[in-house]
C-alpha cells in the first residue's frame, strides 16, 4: 500500500473545547502522521472557496458560518492509503451514523459541529492541501 497524504481541518467546535490534542490524538493511533498543521482563523472568503462544491446545498450558508465561527486548525496528514485510513478513523458526516471508536461518535456536536473535515479523495486532498500550505510547509 502506498504512502500518501490527505488533508484535515479539526473544526470550530473541537477546537472550543480544547480537542485539539484529543484529535490529533486518534489520527495519530489510526497510523497517520502530521507533516503540516497550523491553527487559523479562516475568513469568510476562504470557508466559501474551500467549500464551493456545496455552494448549492441548502446548509451551506450555515456551513460556512460555523466554519469562521472560530479557529480550526489544518492538517495534513501521510501514511498508507492516507485518505481511506482518515475517513474510517473520522466515522459518518453525521455522528448519529458514525461507527463507535471513530472521531465524531466521540466528539462531534451534529452534523454540521461534527468535529472534523477530511479529504473525500487522492485528487481532492492535492487540491485543499495546495489550498491551505506551501509545499514548504510540509515536513515528512
Ligand atoms: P465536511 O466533511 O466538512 O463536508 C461538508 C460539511 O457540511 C460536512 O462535513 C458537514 O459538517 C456539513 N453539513 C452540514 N449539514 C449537512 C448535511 N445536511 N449533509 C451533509 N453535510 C452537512
Known amino acids: 500500500m502506498a504512502v500518501t497524504r490527505t488533508f484535515s481541518i479539526i473544526k470550530p467546535d473541537a477546537t472550543r473545547r480544547n480537542l485539539t490534542g484529543a484529535v490529533t490524538k486518534m489520527l495519530e493511533e489510526a497510523g497517520l502522521r502530521v507533516v503540516a498543521s497550523k491553527r487559523i482563523q479562516m475568513t469568510k472568503d476562504q470557508a466559501e472557496g474551500f467549500y464551493a462544491v456545496h455552494k448549492e446545498r441548502p446548509f451551506f450558508g450555515e456551513l ?37 471508536g471513530t472521531i465524531r461518535k466521540t466528539y462531534a456536536e451534529s452534523i454540521e459541529a461534527n468535529s472534523v473535515h477530511g479529504s473525500d479523495s487522492d485528487e481532492n486532498a492535492k487540491i485543499e492541501i495546495d489550498y491551505f500550505f506551501d509545499e514548504n510547509e510540509i515536513v515528512g
Open 64 to 100: 460556512v458560518d460555523f466554519m469562521i465561527s472560530g479557529p480550526v486548525v489544518v492538517q495534513v496528514l501521510e501514511g498508507e492509503d492516507a485518505v481511506k485510513r482518515n475517513r474510517d478513523v473520522m466515522g459518518a458526516t453525521n455522528p448519529a451514523d458514525a461507527d463507535e
